[in-house]
């Protein structure tokens, strides 16, 4: 790992930030929380969260699009959270008329009726496949809050959780990471899943 490693959180105005910060700096990493273009190019880890609805988000992200994408071009680490795994998807049922930024082939759907929605609190996780960010997290506790999964096309999912139906719990493909739950809010497990982030 270099030492001189930059963590950019992008400031796209979907909140979150400062525990997603703090959770970094838990494990001992500096974060830049920004919104400056020629910050978010020279980042070596990009971070993606996000709260809200699927829309706005798009509407507000959509000038960083160029540089999220050259940025995992290049093979470095990416990560998105909750919000910010599904604007990763094509599209989503909340926001029927926006296009997601289509790394990830597949759509947000809304969880199932029959259930409290949305799905707020702890579940535990089941690992499907071990993406490097997954280390000792199979049937461990993290934190949710959402009303919508994302239902890939492709076999993407690392993880899900029981929610009387399997929902998408992370997703990898190649430098790119998302988890739907808040591993910045998620104790010790959540904290182990940034540093390895921070390890890859």
């Not at 591993?183 to 982030?197: A, D, N, Q, R, T």
Request: hydrophobic share 40%; with cysteine.
């Amino acid at each position: 790992m270099p030492l001189d490693k930059k963590i950019v959180i992008l400031n796209y105005g979907s909140g979150n930030l400062k525990s997603i910060s703090n959770g970094f700096k838990k494990i001992g990493e500096n974060t830049l929380v920004t919104d400056k273009k020629e910050e978010i190019a020279s980042a070596d880890y990009l971070i993606l969260p996000g709260v809200g609805s699927f829309g706005s988000a798009m509407e507000h992200i959509i000038s960083f699009k160029d540089l999220i994408l050259e940025h995992i071009n290049e093979g470095k680490p990416f990560l998105g959270i909750c919000l910010g795994l599904q604007i990763l998807f094509s599209e989503s049922e909340e926001s029927p008329k926006i296009k997601g930024l289509n790394i990830f082939k597949g759509k947000v759907k809304k969880i199932p009726e029959g259930r409290k929605i949305p799905h707020m609190g702890w579940n535990s996780l089941k690992v499907k496949k071990n993406s490097g960010i997954l280390n000792e997290s199979n049937d461990k506790f993290f934190y949710f809050v959402h009303s919508y999964h994302g239902v890939p096309e492709e076999d993407i999912v690392t993880a899900t959780i029981d929610y009387g139906v399997e929902l998408t719990a992370a997703v990898n493909i190649n430098n790119v990471y998302a988890t739907q739950f808040h591993p910045e809010k998620s104790g010790v497990h959540g904290l182990k899943i940034l540093k390895s982030f921070m390890d890859l």
